[in-house]
């Protein structure tokens, strides 16, 4: 497990600024990115987990200190219950708070039939998916239920609904990973905590824009912008607004839901 800290000075420091602190695993690029970039631009300060690409993480970081925030950027691999748990720690220790946690960490399965899928790599998804947002959760919840708001939101997708063919081991994942959030979100209500889901489908990121050339043998994935919903495919900053939207005052009374990103199918 190895736990790496990058620190980045906004002007946080200001007496009787109180900033809310978010956790966003998978942080440093694609959706994670767009969502650390967004909950700084309505006042978060930001722990911006990343696995291998430390460039993009901090890139990510520089940007959120532009927007007047502070962030420290953490490599953590969190299929690792060691490293998970180091995280929590770490971002606490730097931070001395979280209000809000985004399990975004995720990675694509190899599109095998059921039987040609090894247990390893079902392991492996499982465990970067669903348990490491277990153990996040286990470890800051407790912390959380002092607040007056705090969040969890789980970054899902289409496929726990969809289940389609050659798709094991990342449907399962994601089918579990809502299991986790509408069990947390009845257990969590009345200490204040929102638990929410947000279900993306197509997002034009690295990973989307491998899996349409896998899939479909699509060497750009903007060409496939003009047959999509409202003449594009979902950017990282549609799922991004969604989160912020779950995060803010205007959600207060809403826990336990799954919105889907996908316009309209």
């Given amino acids: 497990m190895s736990v790496q800290n990058h620190p980045t000075t906004g002007d946080l420091d200001l007496p009787g600024v109180s900033r809310r602190v978010a956790l966003?695993?998978?942080?440093?690029?694609?959706?994670?990115?767009?969502?650390?970039?967004?909950?700084?631009?309505?006042?978060?300060?930001?722990?911006?987990?990343?696995?291998?690409?430390?460039?993009?993480?901090?890139?990510?970081?520089?940007?959120i200190e532009s927007l007047g925030g502070r962030a420290f950027a953490y490599r953590a691999s969190v299929d690792d219950p060691d490293a998970a748990l180091g995280l929590a720690e770490a971002v606490v220790a730097d931070f001395g708070t979280v209000d809000t946690l985004v399990c975004n960490a995720g990675i694509a399965s190899r599109g095998n039939t059921v039987v040609d899928t090894e247990l390893g790599e079902v392991d492996r998804l499982m465990r970067t998916h669903v348990t490491s947002a277990f153990l996040l959760c286990k470890a800051l919840v407790p912390a959380m239920r002092l607040k007056e708001r705090a969040d969890v939101v789980f970054i899902s997708s289409v496929a726990a609904r969809l289940q389609s063919a050659r798709s094991l081991p990342y449907t399962m994942a994601k089918v579990a990973l809502e299991a986790l959030a509408m069990t947390l979100a009845k257990e969590e209500r009345d200490a204040q905590i929102h638990v929410n889901v947000v279900a993306p489908g197509l997002?034009?990121?690295?990973?989307?824009?491998?899996?349409?050339?896998?899939?479909?043998?699509?060497?750009?994935?903007?060409?496939?912008?003009?047959?999509?919903?409202?003449?594009?495919?979902?950017?990282?900053?549609?799922?991004?607004?969604?989160?912020?939207?779950?995060?803010?005052?205007?959600?207060?009374?809403?826990?336990?839901?799954?919105?889907?990103?996908?316009?309209?199918?």
């Fill in 203 to 265: 997002v034009a990121t690295e990973m989307g824009k491998r899996l349409v050339k896998g899939a479909m043998g699509v060497e750009d994935i903007a060409t496939l912008d003009a047959s999509a919903p409202f003449g594009r495919v979902c950017r990282p900053e549609d799922v991004a607004d969604v989160v912020r939207f779950l995060v803010s005052p205007a959600s207060g009374y809403l826990t336990g839901q799954v919105v889907t990103v996908d316009g309209g199918g």
């Fill in 24 to 63: 966003v695993t998978g942080g440093g690029r694609g959706i994670g990115r767009a969502i650390a970039l967004g909950l700084a631009a309505d006042g978060f300060d930001v722990a911006v987990n990343f696995r291998r690409d430390e460039a993009a993480a901090a890139a990510t970081t520089s940007d």
